[in-house]
């Protein structure tokens, strides 16, 4: 409503955009820190969080508790991964600085992303930063984000979908070139001279 009472109004994705009816929206996105998101060795990262060498991580980067985030079709989805395979855990971090953060994104496996809804989630730009596989619903500008990102994907609401794009993503446990689709995402505030 206030948006049709302003000059000019910003937003954080095209989807958001879409949602008003006026030529004054202006569409800017959240950049990435790509100091603090960037690659780092996976055992490195484990030894530095107190996590197995050998186990495969899946990572929840969201308040459990927040219904918008949908806990309980990650969890159900790493369960039936966790019943064929014991070796996979289900990682829940939030409420984490930065730095950490991105040491989680580089100790994990991929980034289960079940939210319902979104604008412009600075997680799935820092997983991408990261090159950590993402398995997320269609929500917000995420598609845009992760585009034709081999080694990510997404998915209907969907325990046994969710499920089995993980499974795929455990079985190779291969990083993404998701680093390269958001460079755009950096910005002159995080760049050093």
Do not use: W
């Amino acid at each position: 409503m206030l948006a049709r009472h302003v000059d000019a109004a910003i937003v954080q994705s095209a989807e958001m955009a879409s949602l008003l009816d006026s030529s004054n929206v202006f569409i800017i996105p959240h950049e990435i820190d790509f100091e603090v998101f960037r690659l780092a060795d996976r055992a490195e990262a484990r030894a530095a969080l107190g996590l197995e060498p050998d186990k495969k991580y899946v990572l929840f980067a969201a308040n459990p508790q927040n219904g918008v985030k949908r806990f309980p079709l990650a969890k159900a989805a790493t369960e039936e991964l966790i019943r064929q395979d014991p070796s996979i855990e289900l990682v829940v971090a939030y409420k984490e600085t930065q730095d950490r953060l991105a040491l989680y994104m580089n100790a994990c496996d991929a980034l289960v992303f079940t939210s319902f809804m979104e604008g412009s989630p600075n997680i799935v730009k820092q997983a991408m930063a990261c090159n950590l596989p993402i398995v997320s619903t269609d929500v917000g500008d995420v598609r845009e984000i992760i585009g034709s990102t081999e080694g990510c994907y997404i998915c209907k609401p969907d325990v046994h979908e969710f499920a089995a794009r993980l499974a795929d993503i455990l079985r190779h446990r291969q990083r993404t070139r998701g680093r390269e689709n958001v460079q755009h995402l950096t910005g002159p505030a995080f760049h050093k001279g």
